[in-house]
Every structure is written in C-alpha cells, then in structure tokens.
C-alpha cells in the first residue's frame, strides 16, 4: 500500500501542482481515500492539534464534509470505511468533543474506526508525562476566565507554561491550570496505540506556533524510507511569532522550510498553512 501511496503521490502532484487551484490537500487526500478504497487496505493519517475533531478542520473538511469533490466523475462522496483517522488532543474539554464529534462520523457517514490520543506530544526522552498548561473550563471556573474568548480557551493549551505565563500576565494564576498529562515523541504515541510511524499516508499538525518544534523532533524520529509523503500545517502563528522577534537570526518559518525541504519535501502555501509533498522514485 505505502508503494501504491507514493505511486498516486506523485502522479496526482504531477497532473495538479502545475496548477494551483487543484494543488490541495483535500484534493490529494480524496484521492489516496479512493485508492485505499479501491485495494481494501486503510488508509492512516494522524492529526496532531486536533481540537474538537470538526471547526476549522482540513481533515473533517476533506474526508467527512467532502463539499469539495476533487475526484473527476465522482458524484458520491468517497467512502470512509477504509479511513483511520490517528488523532491527538491534549486539552481534555477539546478531547471529550473530539471523541462525541467521531462518534457521529462513525455513526452518520460509515467510519469503522478512529484513534483519539489523549496525550501531547514531547520530544524529551525522560519525560512519561508533562505539565500542560491550559485555561480552565471546567463548570466551576471563574467567571472571567469563562469569558476569555474562545481561541485562548480552547488553542492556548502549551507544554511551555513559562510562555504561556508571560502571554496570560497577572491571568495566569487565576484562569491556567498547569495539569500533568501522559506525553511522549509520535512514535511512542502510536505504538502504544499498535500503530507504526512507517504506515502514515498524511501527517496534519496544528499547534499554535510549536509546529517548528514537533517537526524537527519528528524528523529524526523518523528514516527516510518511513517519511509521510504529505505533510500539512499551519505557518499563520510561527510567521506571527517570527515578526514579533524579528531581530532574532534564525526564524522558525526558515526553520521549518529548510528541514523539510532538505528531506525531499516540495511546499506549497496555501494561505493560512503549507502542503508539503514529498516526490520520490517509484520502483
């Protein structure tokens, strides 16, 4: 399946990326969807930063929504049976509506099975389980840190709580509980779900900021031959970050593109986040 993979990978990028209207991620994910539904194999992605499973999410938006049809001829939606969707979410209001959001998918559009990870991922070796500091939004919460609006209620959740201080001020102490949470690298994480790195098809991340970080560590994670051939994930906070810090040598964006474009990787952006496609040599 991962030669097929690879095999699509490259001829849907050769026929779509010379246009950018057709080189997108829900277009080259509708179509890996088709081939595994075609060969009865599964086809895994993992989602990293998944949330609640549904807002603002190229994932739901590309498998379960299918608004945008991106396979020609094809009038109904492509199947999800043959998808496993491998998603992590460490902010436990966010997880519990992630699990009710792919109950529904299960239920409404034929999904067999999803993986949901409650956990973050961190690349420090020693570490079992991490400090995660997130706003408090349970029932009993002050009132004034119900109010904060939603982005900082529901993505401001950090492994970096001496950041997350610094952002919140004279807050932090009222509205942030700093709570212990299972952690490790991508490759824990899955395995100890029975899954493996060299079996991702789509790697999506969206962390607030820290995807340059999580990338790096991933990348020596993982060999060459075991690499996700797509990559998608957002740029918007980074570039945000980069700007604020503009008299530092090294940004993250050029971070993040030089080690990905150094294994192989062709990027692409799409506005608010990059598509990376990485092209190889089929046998």
């Keep these: 399946m991962q030669h097929e993979i690879r095999r699509i990978v490259n001829y849907w990028h050769s026929f779509n990326c010379p246009r950018p209207a057709s080189c997108k991620f829900a277009s080259v994910g509708q179509h890996l969807l088709h081939l595994a539904a075609q060969q009865n194999e599964t086809l895994l992605t993992l989602q990293i ?6 807002s603002n999410d ?3 938006e590309m498998f379960v929504d299918q608004q945008a049809k991106f396979l020609f001829g094809m009038e109904e939606a492509v199947s999800l049976v043959n998808w496993l969707p491998v998603l992590i979410e460490p902010v436990p209001l966010n ?5 009710k959001t792919y109950e529904e998918v299960a239920r409404d559009k034929g999904l067999g099975c999803a993986v949901p990870i409650h956990a973050a991922v961190s690349y420090d070796g020693s570490a079992r389980e991490c400090a995660f500091c997130r706003v408090n939004t349970a029932d009993d919460a002050p009132q004034y840190c119900k109010e904060l609006p939603d982005w900082m209620r529901l993505q401001l959740g950090t492994l970096d709580c001496a950041y997350s201080r610094k952002f919140f001020n004279t807050d932090f102490d009222l509205c942030v509980l700093q709570d212990p949470l299972p952690c490790s690298s991508v490759g824990n994480l899955l395995r100890s779900k029975g899954l493996e790195l060299e079996n991702i098809a789509m790697l999506q991340i969206d962390i607030e900021g820290y995807e340059y970080i999580l990338l ?3 990348m020596k994670e993982v060999s060459d031959g075991s690499l996700p051939p ?7 906070v980074m570039k945000e970050l980069d700007a604020k810090e503009y008299m530092n040598i090294t940004s993250r964006m050029d971070g993040v593109i030089d080690l990905l474009t150094g294994r192989g990787y062709v990027l692409y952006d799409e506005g608010e986040d990059y598509l990376a496609v990485r092209l190889q040599m089929c046998d």
Aim: net charge negative.
């Design 230 to 236: 797509i990559i998608h994930f957002e740029h918007k």
């Design 49 to 54: 930063g998944a949330m609640d499973g549904k």
């Design 216 to 218: 790096q560590g991933f």
């Design 58 to 60: 190229p994932m739901y």
């Design 95 to 99: 997880y519990e509506n992630m699990i």
